[in-house]
């Protein structure tokens, strides 16, 4: 008898080296290297893999960033009558949301979580203090026109 299991070459089995994620780019030349084997080299110029890999893992995710901002943003802003607030609020949420996507793919430096969760709770934050802002202020409005029309 013979013996003769003929297996398809998949990716998803172990003697496959690792491949970069999605949107990781060669530092020397931009080619885009999704899918090329971690180790080997750039199919267009050359380039180590390797380097542009690690270059992109120590890279802050640039929403993280406009989280945070916004989510400061969003809390500072209280002071306009809740406007900014509501609007920088729900931004550095969602943009914590991206931050979050780009680290789970593997993109970007695992510690841009953290500001991207603290974007998040100041997005929070700010959402809630600019909400009530801005109802003090129509009741504010609701109540001179009351008065002025009385
Ligand atoms: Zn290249």
């Not at 070459?9 to 491949?19: A, H, M, Y």
């Not at 893992?57 to 500072?76: E, M, P, R």
């Not at 931050?99 to 793919?105: E, F, G, M, P, S």
């Amino acid at each position: 008898m013979h013996d003769h299991t003929e297996e398809p070459i998949e990716n998803d089995s172990n003697n496959t080296s690792p491949v970069t994620p999605t949107c990781i780019k060669c530092i020397q030349c931009g080619y885009d290297l999704t899918g090329v084997a971690i180790g080997g080299q750039c199919p267009e110029c050359g380039a180590s893999v390797n380097i542009s890999f690690q270059v992109s893992q120590n890279t802050t995710s640039g929403y993280a960033i406009a989280s945070l901002i916004l989510g400061i943003a969003s809390i500072a802003g209280c002071m306009f009558y809740g406007i900014p607030s509501v609007i920088c609020g729900p931004l550095a949420i969602i943009y914590a949301g991206k931050a979050k996507d780009q680290i789970l793919r593997g993109e970007r430096i695992p510690a841009s979580m953290n500001m991207a969760n603290a974007g998040k709770i100041c997005g929070i934050i700010g959402l809630c203090i600019g909400l009530l802002g801005l109802l003090a202020f129509i009741a504010f409005i609701i109540i001179q026109v009351v008065f002025v029309t009385m």
